[in-house]
Structure formats: structure tokens, C-alpha cells
């Protein structure tokens, strides 16, 4: 079955509910398609400690404030997919779930999106699948050897299914710190960073994150000095199960070892140790493959954008991928900017005020 619509939002989650807002405000006939079964993007596989850098009045999307949550300072993951569901049910947004995109194709004046549930044609696209379902796992030597259990930060959940077990949390970012914290208690735990661990200010959270990258993304705009944005500051948000772990000296990075063994890991002076487990929280990589059929693709994987809008295909436009897709617009707080630039770009589009390519 083949129907058609302007424009055709892909990814259900905080960057595509934020683009459907905005859209939705412009008067624009859109939908919305989702891989998940249920509302909340990638919050509702998260680990069950997980919970916000900043307080709930700065985790919001566009138009609607996210309710505190009682008796925390940090909304928990849980609380998130509530916000997310009540957000898209409370604009109506016209989400189809589970709709998997195959791929994007050029079609004439319009882009072909092909799924799993048929083929939409659109006259613009906005491609919004972040990151968590293409996790990155480094090359490290002797990784097939090990004989433990491998697994990365997307299919960690709790600290109960590792107790009394040696484990080895690698990744020195926010996701490696609060999961080595979590098993901090019950495990024999080794946490191991390529770089020394390096924590923001205990009174630094995604408050001023999200105005450090707002600031360097408007000084490269204006050709000045780059201020550094985030990483300027550090790389771990003190959050209070992390600070607590640090404090009682429970929570110590080692360098990172050179090879796996069977039985665990060892470092280039022969120390070793051992291990039942390792997590990988080595991050993740734009998830893109459904862009493929453009050939689009640029250096590290990413498609060359200005603001959100594909340099190769202006009729694509990209969203919540990190910086390079608009300043920290990857969170919550963040993407609401880029995805009303987003949405007002197609609305010129659509009213011929800019031009499409032509094939």
C-alpha cells in the first residue's frame, strides 16, 4: 500500500515528537513512524537507576513543561516515557507504531519511504532514530577470547543480575559512571576509563551543559574562538548516585587494559583481573542505514547538514544526532530549537519559497 503525506517524520522519540509539534503548529500533514512497540523512544530500554542530569523543568520539550516528579531533584527514565506518552497523546500527533523504515529513496519530486507496513511518498523527510540502537563496540585485542558475559550499556539493567560477580565496567562518559556506581556495592567491580575520569563541578548539571554547547555552537556560527562547549568542563555529571560512590571511594577508574583474556582482562605491565562480566559503555553511532539508498553518508559516518538540513538533499532534514544536527539536540531541552528550524525549513519548501532539487 502506497500513501502519501508532506512530510514523513521518522523516529517516535523526544527529537521526532519534537519535530511533530512544530510541525503540527505550521499546519503541516505529516506522520510520524516508530520502530518501538510503545511510546518513549529509547528511555523505555533504559537501566532501571537511570535518571536525568538536570531537574524536570529543564527536561522539557517544546510546549509542554515535564511534571516534577515526587520526591526527586532527577526524573528517572520511567518518569520520562510517562512524559513522552502523555506529550504525543495531549498534541495528538499522528504516530504509526511498529512501522520499521527500510529505506529512503529519491522518487522524482518527492522521497519514497519504504517500510515494513508499505511506502509513503513525502515531499521532505525528517530522519530522527538517534543513536541507541547502533551501540559501538571498540576493537579491543582478545575480545573473542573471553569467555564471560559481553554485553554493552543498551542491555544493562541492574546492578541484582551481577551480584557477587567480578566486573568490568569500561567507559569513562556518564552512561560507564553511573552503571559502574550502580554495581558499585554488590560486585567486584573494576571500572576502567582510556582517559583519567574527569567530573564536572558537583554543582554542574544539564542546566549548564545544554548553555555550554548552546555558547560554542553560536561561536563556530560566528567564526570565533571555540570555547570547547561540554567537554570544556568535563566529561561526567556528578549526578548523586555517582557523587555518592566517588565520596566513599567506591567509585576509582583504572587505565584502560590492552587485551581480554578468557577470564578477564590485562594491562600492558602484566597486571591482570579477573572478570565474570563486561559492560561496554563505549557509546554509539547515528543510526542511518535507512538513509543509505541516498548516498548521503560523509566522514565518521555522519551526513554533511547545515543546521539539520541534508547539504546532498534538501528535502531531508536531521534530527536529535548531537551537535553536529543543532546544539545539544540530542536532550530533551535541547532539540526543541533545532526541530522548529527544522519544521519552519519544510514549510518554506512546501510553500515554494525555497527550491527542491531536480532529478
Request: with cysteine; hydrophobic share 40%; glycine share 12%.
Amino acid at each position: 500500500m502506497t500513501r502519501r503525506t508532506q512530510v514523513v517524520v521518522i523516529g517516535g522519540g523526544q527529537a521526532g515528537l519534537a519535530a511533530g509539534y512544530h510541525l503540527r503548529r505550521l499546519g503541516l500533514d505529516f506522520v510520524i513512524l516508530d520502530a518501538q512497540a510503545g511510546a518513549g523512544g529509547a528511555w523505555q530500554h533504559a537501566w532501571d537507576s537511570l535518571h536525568l542530569f538536570s531537574p524536570a523543568a529543564y527536561s522539557s520539550l517544546p510546549g509542554r513543561p515535564m511534571p516534577i516528579q515526587a520526591g526527586k531533584v532527577y526524573p528517572n527514565a520511567a518518569h520520562v516515557v510517562d512524559y513522552l506518552t502523555a506529550y504525543e497523546q495531549r498534541y495528538e500527533l499522528p504516530v504509526h507504531r511498529p512501522v520499521r523504515v527500510d529505506g529512503v529513496h529519491r522518487d522524482g519530486q518527492l522521497l519514497r519511504v519504504e517500510s515494513d507496513s508499505g511506502t509513503w511518498r513525502a515531499r521532505a523527510v525528517i530522519s530522527a532514530t538517534g543513536t541507541w540502537w547502533r551501540p559501538f563496540l571498540p576493537a579491543v585485542p582478545g575480545r573473542d577470547v573471553f569467555r564471560g558475559r559481553k554485553l554493552h550499556t543498551v542491555e544493562y539493567r541492574t546492578p541484582a543480575d551481577f551480584t557477587g560477580q567480578h566486573v568490568v565496567v569500561v567507559g569513562g562518559g556518564n552512561s560507564g559512571a553511573q552503571i559502574a556506581a550502580d554495581l558499585a556495592y554488590d560486585t567486584e567491580l573494576t571500572w576502567v576509563t582510556q582517559r583519567p575520569a574527569r567530573f564536572l563541578a558537583d554543582d554542574i548539571d544539564g542546566r549548564a551543559l545544554f548553555d555550554a554547547a548552546t555558547a560554542r555552537r553560536r561561536a563556530l556560527d560566528a567564526g570565533t574562538a571555540d570555547t570547547g562547549g561540554v567537554a570544556s568542563l568535563g566529561d561526567i555529571v556528578a549526578v548523586p548516585p555517582v557523587r555518592e560512590a566517588r565520596d566513599t571511594g567506591l567509585l576509582k577508574a583504572s587505565p584502560m587494559f590492552t587485551r581480554l583474556t578468557a577470564d578477564g582482562v590485562e594491562w600492558a605491565d602484566g597486571t591482570v583481573a579477573e572478570a565474570d562480566a563486561i559492560i561496554w559503555c563505549t557509546g554509539f553511532r547515528p543510526a542511518l542505514s535507512h538513509l543509505a539508498p541516498l548516498g548521503l553518508r560523509g566522514p565518521r559516518g555522519h551526513i554533511p547538514t547545515t543546521g539539520t538540513q541534508a547539504v546532498g538533499e534538501p528535502r531531508l532534514h536531521l534530527l536529535g544526532y548531537g551537535d553536529w544536527t543543532g546544539p545539544a539536540s540530542a536532550t530533551l531541552i535541547g532539540v526543541g530549537r533545532p526541530a522548529r528550524d527544522a519544521a519552519h525549513e519544510i514549510a518554506a519548501l512546501l510553500n515554494g519559497t525555497r527550491s527542491a532539487p531536480r532529478n
